[in-house]
Nanobody
Framework: QVQLVESGGGLVQTGGSLRLSCAASGRTSNNFAMAWFRQAPGKEREFVAIADWSGLTTSYADSVLGRCTIFRDTAKNTVYLQMNGLKPEDTAVYYC??????????????WGQGTQVTVSS
């Protein structure tokens, strides 16, 4: 089992930036993808971005493409989500997940506790 701890959320104005971090520990010897999902109040959890075990293959949701960048520090078992040009609709709890490469949240067994991102208009 992989344990995940997110950090970096907060309150930011429209157009601002945040960098989220997710540190993995535990059974990190296996190669695994790391992904970000988010869940706004009253909405389902949705995919944001994913990086494969090497960090060289990535994919993004259309809603964040061009504004967010996911990257990994494999030596530190940490994945980051750099978010720029934030909009009020980006407000959500952001979750980190680890597992097989997938944009489907139901396939992941390891999740972090979540970090709140709030974008004010």
């Amino acid at each position: 089992q992989v344990q995940l701890v997110e950090s970096g959320g907060g309150l930011v104005q429209t157009g601002g930036s945040l960098r989220l971090s997710c540190a993995a520990s535990g059974r990190t010897s296996n190669n695994f993808a790391m992904a970000w999902f988010r869940q706004a109040p009253g909405k389902e959890r949705e995919f944001v971005a994913i990086a494969d075990w090497s960090g060289l293959t990535t994919s993004y949701a259309d809603s964040v493409l061009g504004r967010c960048t996911i990257f990994r520090d494999t030596a530190k078992n940490t994945v980051y989500l750099q978010m720029n040009g934030l909009k009020p609709e980006d407000t959500a709890v952001y979750y980190c997940a680890a597992g097989a490469y997938s944009t489907d949240s139901s396939t992941y067994g390891s999740w972090g506790q979540g970090t709140q991102v709030t974008v004010s208009s």
